[in-house]
């Protein structure tokens, strides 16, 4: 399946170190330079095996292209709440829909070379894989399924194939939130 779903003029919504709405921005925007903080969400889903679903980013993303990261992450645009922002997301990249637990938020900044920078505050949510995943060829190019240990053993070895938010939240639910991963994770 292949259809274009992502604009960099989309209009993202900035946030305040509290997630308070201060403004709108485009997309483009948001990611120049340092980045402007906005709003983000983060999913990782896993099968009735326990395993995550992993997905290599797609070739054309202006930032961090064909790394692998964790199920869905993207943002809520301009008059969306999370919540629909996430199903519209699961459905447009990979035609699933599931049912998510809300686990935390963080603040995050990274620069990817002179493509620009993420600079989020991100929410991370859990959930169970809901059907068949079938991603859209123009925002992933690959997906997989690993186990906690096999992922750990990746990230262990090479961790430069990893988007930067990826690995800094699957160490913090790890360490932090082993209880709600548990629920999901062999």
Known sequence: MHRFVSSENEQLILVDDRDNEIGYRSKADCHDGTGVLHR???LFLFNDDGELLLQQRGKDKRLWPEFWSNSCCSHPRRGETL???MMRR???ELNIVAELEYVYHFRYQAEFSEAGSENEL???YLGKVGGDVR???SEIESIRFLSSVDLDREFANQPQQ???W???EWRVLQREYAEPLARYAI
């Open 90 to 92: 699961l459905q447009e």
């Open 83 to 85: 919540q629909i922002a």
């Open 40 to 42: 983000a969400f983060s």
């Open 122 to 124: 991100c929410h991370v």
């Open 135 to 137: 991603p859209n060829d």
């Open 162 to 164: 990893f988007t930067p």
């Open 166 to 168: 990826f690995k800094q």
